[in-house]
């Protein structure tokens, strides 16, 4: 417990400056960068949250139905960038076949999988009785 005690103390501050928070910022800009310019799903996971996005205000969403819609967006996304973060990490260990960075790379992936069904769900829940209510007060 000393040990530990004196390892705490010997530890500097976090900076909370704005310099620093615009470094962290940054940071994560340049993830986000990277992303949209050298992954597959982001062009796949854009795509979708335009269609998503643009449905939404055609269909007059309400404001609870807005922030599922978002919510789904975002942590799909949020997903996706860590998956990006756990397959550079993992060809980074090695490029040669590795049980452990097969299953690293299949979980990442599954995560994002089930993120996709989860935005299935929300939009045979959310958007096609809206759209059949469209359809049907064209006829």
């Known amino acids: 417990m000393n040990m530990e005690s004196n390892e705490f103390k010997k530890r500097e501050l976090r900076d909370f400056g704005l310099k620093s928070l615009w470094k962290v ?5 340049h993830g986000l960068v ?3 310019k050298y992954e ?13 996005l643009l449905g939404a205000w055609m269909l007059e969403m309400s404001p609870m139905e807005w922030l599922v819609i978002i919510m789904v967006l975002f942590t ?11 397959e550079k990490v993992c060809d ?3 490029k040669d ?8 790379k299949d979980a990442g992936s ?3 999988g089930v993120l996709t069904l989860v935005g299935i ?6 958007y096609v009785p809206k759209i059949i209510e469209f359809i049907e007060s064209l006829l």
């Open 97 to 104: 076949y590795n049980m452990n960075i097969k299953v690293a």
């Open 121 to 126: 769900v929300v939009v045979l829940i959310i």
């Open 92 to 94: 980074l260990v090695t």
């Open 25 to 29: 910022t940054m940071n994560s800009w």
């Open 110 to 112: 599954a995560a994002t």
């Open 34 to 36: 990277y992303f949209y």
């Open 40 to 52: 597959r799903s982001a062009i796949l996971h854009l795509v979708a949250a335009i269609l998503m």
């Open 76 to 86: 799909t996304l949020s997903v996706e960038l860590l998956n990006t973060a756990i």
